[in-house]
């Protein structure tokens, strides 16, 4: 366990070591303890923020899989917490959990940039079923925009790729035809259909553009120390494996 002033942070150990992350921005002490115990009891890791300057910090470090956020906080309320994260882009799921449920009220917490909004009181049963709803969400939105081969990572969304780690210096047309080898691993691309997919126009046999940009790419995969993955395959095309 982890503690920095109003911030603790329970890690995962054993059968919960791939559990979800949550973060719990509330200042009500019982109520803080409430949810941590049962969260923890359904399977999460649990980090508790005890005010808003604190549970702002904490989401922008700990990046959590969801949030669970009060309205009425100390130091920064909940909503100009939750307008500033999404501000500075961060998409983390956050579920508003306040004893202000007017309709005017939810409503302003969605337009904010909520995801769900529970009003006081409530049962943990259905806290816990929303926040199931939220996670799938996110992991189906993930499998749409996240792209995994081999220690290769590219995040569409973010425009951002990382090998092993270490981002890649990739401008966009290069993200693009790494998007495509990533989308067709292990197999051989030819000239032709890289042009049509990710240049849009039909094959010139007086271009070298492609070679222009794979030889760039290989240069920023095939680092040092590491696995070739980007080969070419003579007078057909190139292909992404591990394999030459």
Request: proline fraction near 4%; aromatic fraction near 4%.
């Amino acid at each position: 366990m982890s503690t920095t002033p109003n911030l603790v942070v329970n890690g995962a150990t054993g059968a919960c070591r791939d559990a979800a992350r949550l973060l719990v921005i509330e200042d009500d002490r019982q109520t803080r303890a409430f949810l941590r115990a049962g969260l923890e009891e359904s399977g999460y890791v649990v980090a508790c923020a005890a005010d808003g300057g604190v549970g702002l910090e904490a989401a922008r470090r700990l990046r959590s899989d969801a949030i669970i956020l009060d309205r009425m906080l100390p130091a920064t309320d909940g909503l100009t917490l939750l307008q500033t994260l999404r501000d500075e882009g961060i998409d983390t799921p956050v579920l508003i959990l306040s004893a202000i449920g007017s309709t005017d009220e939810r409503v302003r917490g969605l337009r904010a940039g909520s995801d769900d909004y529970l009003v006081k009181p409530f049962e943990m049963s259905e806290l816990v079923a929303r926040l199931e709803v939220l996670l799938r969400r996110r992991s189906a939105l993930s499998a749409l925009t996240h792209l995994e081969f081999e220690d290769l990572s590219l995040d569409l969304l973010a425009s951002r790729a990382s090998r092993a780690g270490k981002a890649l210096a990739l401008q966009p047309r290069a993200l693009q035809l790494l998007e495509f080898l990533m989308r067709n691993p292990r197999q051989i691309v030819t000239r032709s259909m890289i042009l049509h997919t990710v240049w849009n126009y039909d094959f010139d046999p007086r271009t070298n553009v492609i070679d222009v940009y794979v030889s760039n790419l290989r240069r920023e995969i095939n680092r040092p120390g590491l696995t070739q993955l980007l080969h070419t395959v003579r007078g057909v095309g190139f292909r992404l494996s591990p394999e030459a």
